[in-house]
């Protein structure tokens, strides 16, 4: 009867972990996730809004392993592993891969599943989708809007104003606070 139990909650995590995204094991980089620009290789730009075309050998040089896996492989990060998932910090989200601003922390939202959700991108063309047939699901797949990196997927499920979600990856995303671009000094 034990044994049940255990099988029956063993079913309901995994059917719950699963609602989002297949998830696939991705190797974790051992180095700090606190990133500076000077950290970033030449093509990481916060201002550039130019498309960014790179072939796959390069993108394996310049990017840690665990972001090109998903970023160029459209690998997904484990539920509740990532940085971001029930981070509130208030700021920007940029693309790992090429700093393209991507979402503003005031559209995301708690959606309880495990990877950081957002009911809007900052500009329309910060993304792009397409469609995803991969492990015998119809999704839409959300690329940045300039470097075609996989961030994650939409869905139809997200609070308004949008309905939408974006179930996004947190290796995929690199955050800014707004204290951090303030000017130095407090202007009260
Ligand atoms: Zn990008």
């Known amino acids: 009867m034990k ?8 079913i309901h995590l995994t059917a719950s972990l699963s609602a989002c995204q297949p998830h696939l094991p991705v ?3 051992t180095s700090t996730n606190k990133h500076t620009m000077s950290d970033k ?8 809004t130019s498309q960014l075309v790179l072939k796959d050998e390069e993108w394996k040089k310049i990017l840690p392993d665990d972001l090109y896996q998903i970023a160029r492989h459209a690998n ?6 990532g940085k971001y998932w029930d981070y509130e910090g208030l700021g920007t989200y940029y693309c790992a891969a090429c700093g393209n601003a991507l979402f503003k ?7 309880g599943c495990g990877w950081p959700s957002f009911y809007e991108s900052i500009r329309p063309t910060s993304v792009k989708y397409h469609e995803d047939k991969s492990y015998g699901m119809i999704r839409v797949e959300v690329v940045c809007g300039r470097c075609d990196s996989h961030l ?21 995303l690199d ?5 951090e671009k ?4 407090n202007a009260k």
Not at 41 to 48: E, G, I, K, L, M
Not at 175 to 179: L, R, S, V
Request: charged residues 25%; negative net charge.
């Open 3 to 10: 044994k049940y139990l255990h099988l029956l909650l063993y």
């Open 27 to 29: 190797k974790q980089s």
């Open 41 to 48: 290789q030449a093509y990481y730009s916060r201002t550039d």
């Open 76 to 81: 997904t990060e484990r539920a509740f592993t």
């Open 105 to 111: 922390s005031d559209s995301k939202f708690a959606s």
């Open 152 to 172: 994650g997927h939409i869905f139809d499920d997200g609070p308004p104003p949008t309905g939408k979600r974006f179930c996004m990856n947190s290796i995929s």
């Open 175 to 179: 955050f800014e606070g707004d204290e």
């Open 182 to 185: 303030a000017p130095t000094g």
